[in-house]
């Protein structure tokens, strides 16, 4: 880990340093770079991912649901690749030193990075408006990754989880809707989001495409759908329920909340039908997946991803779709 | 690259998607993470470093020098460990979509990834104060990395280049000195600083210890010491000159510039008394190091990092050096 100052030094040292079991990091904080190991006959995956207060979280979340949620977001890409996570390195950009912020941020980030076994192997904390970059390593069987690209027409479309969540959830927090069962539950939905990898490993060898969704249901599946070339139909009476987003919101909130807002790191997964059967026995003890649509041939003109209610093409857009932008921002 | 939104893939393609000839690139910018092929026999490297403006660079400076700076120093972590650089991941936080500004500092970013070969294989973009925070990866063969914690007592002490010039190149900038051959040669010291990677592989055998010097000679080789159990004694008279610091600045303020200016990303190399004459061989056709002082013992309280002229000790401290916070922003 690179140095800025004295300061720097005694930040990492107080709150970052954390004893690791992984046996594969050669060397850790402490020098210019970390020296890591690939096991033998795999690939390494890498992705970045930077959270800004306001934009990615609300002003005032707490420290702790912010560290945990910088690490999370980077898991559920590793999870997405169907690869395993292995380190970390974080960026913290800190208006000031600030003691139980940086304890609480440093707890939640160790949470999850023991949970899922994640070293933190390096990076730097700089004096600078609030952001957080973290990237994320980890590695894969060679040639065996989950990509985006691979779906094909006649492929089945499924989510895990209850995407929508996580949006009811921010709407929640924005509104300050008093407390009950349910916006407890739906705001640790926003707050502590799953990054689904053991997921994403289950079912690796058997789904044809995979993307986690940030952005929203719709817009993401429409750049797995780019990816692939291929357009999608959605069937919104697939969508799985949710019985506290339910009880505080009207249906058709929830199913704005399902199709565009983000934050859910739910994973999109694709499967030809000939697999299907397979893609069940793999699911078992993992999270529940829904079947929402199928994956079509590109037709011409049109929205890549098509909404059908029983049956019949729907507008989403003219639903009010567009005042939501993408992002957690919504 | 994961998108923060449709803004967000129009930015990544049309200034960050170049083509790269790296065939270890299975999948680069576009999915949920890249994919990346470590060759076997060597061990990943992975260092991040994240720049604020007026912390790391000064307001008004360039795009196109902001992209340079933010691979450069990055690079510079890889050329301390002896390492070959091989991809980037880019975070850019940014106030708002500037196609100007943006286009420039694509420019310089590309600019030193084609120069050190590095592919751009992932990052994201995201709305919020200008932070920018760079990810590299390399690799080196297993158990080859030059760390900081191998130097010995008896070790000499060399460093690259002139150190001190870009921080009197900042101060030129600063105290806008008005345009000359030095004034632009030292502007260009500090905008501009070349990361010695190629240094660094030629002397990865033959040195003991090594580290890049951001935050200043005298505390970064402090750092050096702590990692190694040892401390140091630097030869002020054997600081290298550099004709167009002097030209501008007293002599004083040019040994504070070689000791407590950052941002050189000079490498400092400790080397065994009998690797010396190998080491000097490996250097042919490299930047120029010099000699500067000795590795010695730890001997109970004092500094560590002890300045002498003409053999005495001298206290830089007193000298003023307390008034130069280590870092960019001194």
Sequence with gaps: MSAGGPDEFEIIAKYFSWPSARSDVVLGIGDDAALLTVPAGRQ???????????????????????GYRALAVNLSDIAAMGADPAWTLLSLSLPRSDDSWLEGFAAGFHELAVQSGVALVGGDTVRGPLVISVQILG???????LTRSGARPGDAIYVSGIPGEAAAGLAVIQQRLAGSPATRFLRQRFLRPEPRVALGQ????????AMDVSDGLLADLGKL????????????????????????????????FALAG????ELLLTVAPGRESEFHRRLAGETACTRIGEVVAVA????????????????????GFDHFAPGTSA
């Design 44 to 66: 390494l995956v890498a992705a970045m991912d930077t959270l800004v207060e306001g934009i990615h979280f609300p002003a005032g979340t707490a420290a702790r649901d912010i």
């Design 139 to 145: 590695h894969v069987a060679t040639d065996g990754a």
């Design 202 to 209: 289950s079912v690796r060898m058997v789904a044809s495409a």
């Design 225 to 256: 759908c780019a990816a692939s070339g291929c357009s999608a139909r959605i069937d919104l009476e697939r969508l799985p329920a949710s019985a506290a987003m339910r009880s505080l919101f009207a249906a058709s909130a929830c199913e704005r």
């Design 262 to 265: 983000g934050d859910d790191y």
């Design 300 to 319: 011409g003109a049109g929205d890549t991803v098509q909404c059908c209610r029983e049956g019949r093409p729907v507008s989403v857009e003219a639903a």
